[in-house]
């Protein structure tokens, strides 16, 4: 049973009359198949193609296609190969077209046809503005119950919907609400079997946003979901893997934000999590993961912040919170060694409250070793603040809090086990600690202003602690060699203190007070 049915109006406008030129074209093959097309304007045109001729299978077995145009110059395309495939295409405005297609038929000889299905498909597009454009193809080898959905409410808005796999149960959902909004959703390139249940979720709404999420070979159980309030905001994100899921969500204007999940190898790289939230105006957010495991969260509030994460490995643990405005955090975690993915099991949590401060944290590979089972904290309050911190081994711990503005602090762990808290509450404090061997600790502490700590320890378990309570106070403490231990106490103005230890089991106390 087929039913057809196209209908196209004309205007009568005082004495003058408008032809429509509308053109319709239609065919089907196969049985249950369904064309309603509606035309009103002038220069519309359909054209919808169900079936094959070229082929005996995929004779378009309960299709439908239902297209609706109300406008000028509107253009829609058709094409569907399968079973049980259903498009639905509304135009509301002038100048939109929409193309849709499910599945073909590739001529790989001479009257010699590959059929590739799109079973249980269901493409819907909906238009309301003017010079829209919509396009949804899913291709592949017996795919079965993938959706795309789009929608555009506005002008010049741009949406590209393509589960080009050979995987089932994809599905893509796009919603434009503005004007000259761009969304392009991929998911699969044909070549896997194993690009099968997928979720891509897009909505934008505002002007000139762009979003763009692609989930590619080797793809399966991932999920992409990219929410863009406002103007002129930017997010990307790449998927290939296992489990993989990522949420970006943009408030504001002019924001950025990108998100990359691979693995060396497609099917290397699964169950990574990365959540981006960007509320403000030109703030920036990137994130890289490669590996199992990963897990990477950035929240801004504010304007032009830039936070980027890069985990390389598996188990890693990111978290970068920054309120403010012109702050700057960077966080690297990486184990492999030659591409090799290795257990990190590293966390690295950076917090920014004010305007322009900047937070480095590195846990890194050393070669034929890796970096894992470490700890960074960075907490700034205040403006102008810097921290750096720097790990190579394992099992080493760094936490750095300051309050106040320009102050600085640096920290190197190198070996196993170190351990370094530091804590500055003021102005122009200056930290700088670096610990090589087993499980050395390192306590500095700076109240005031413009003081000034050393902390060097080269060998196993020796113990550093600094306090500076006062205005330009110095202290520098040299620790060579096992178990030594160093007490520096400093109150008031201008105190300078060196201690120097070299071999084994030293003790030395500095109290300085003016």
Known sequence: MKKVFISATFLLLGAISFAQSNDAEVRQFGERNTVVAEQAGVNNGTVIFQGDSNTDSARSNDNKAIVFQLGDRNRTSILSVGDLNSVSQVQLGNDNVASAFQGKSINVLPDIYQVTKSIDNVITQNQIGSENIAQAVQEGLNNKENSIDQKQTGNRNRTIGNQNSVGPNNIII???????????????????????????????????????????????????????IGDNNKADSHQQGIRNSVVQNQTGNENTATATQDGTYPGTSFANIVDQTQVGIGNNVVVEEKGANNEASQTQTGNANNAKSIQNGDNHTSLQVQIGNDNIADIVQTTNVQDVNQPG???????????????????????????????????????????????????????????????????????TGQNSLVKQDGRANDSRVAQLGLYNKSQVEQIGASNNSEVDQNGDQNNACVLQDGISNMSDVIQMGLMN??????????????????????SASVYQSN
């Not at 004007?179 to 897009?202: E, F, H, P, R, Y």
């Not at 309050?381 to 081994?393: D, H, I, K």
């Open 345 to 415: 099991s590293n966390v690295a949590k950076q917090r920014q409250n004010g305007n322009t401060n900047k937070a480095n944290a590195v846990q890194a590979s050393i070669t034929g070793n890796s970096t894992n089972n470490s700890l960074v904290i960075q907490e700034q309050v205040g403006e102008y603040n810097f921290v750096r911190s720097e790990q190579q081994g394992r099992f080493h711990q760094s936490i750095t809090r300051q309050n106040g503005n320009n102050n600085v602090a640096n920290d190197t762990q190198e070996g």
């Open 485 to 506: 231990k160093a007490l520096v106490k400093q109150y008031g103005t201008e105190n300078i203190s060196d201690v120097n230890q070299l071999g084994n089991f030293n």
């Open 174 to 228: 796009q919603n434009q609400n503005g004007m000259d909004n761009v969304a392009v959703a991929q998911q699969g390139s044909g070549n896997s079997t194993n690009t099968v249940n997928n979720l891509i979720v897009q909505t934008q709404d505002g002007n000139s946003n762009n979003a763009t999420s692609r989930q590619l070979d080797e793809s399966k159980d991932s999920k992409a979901k990219q929410i863009q």
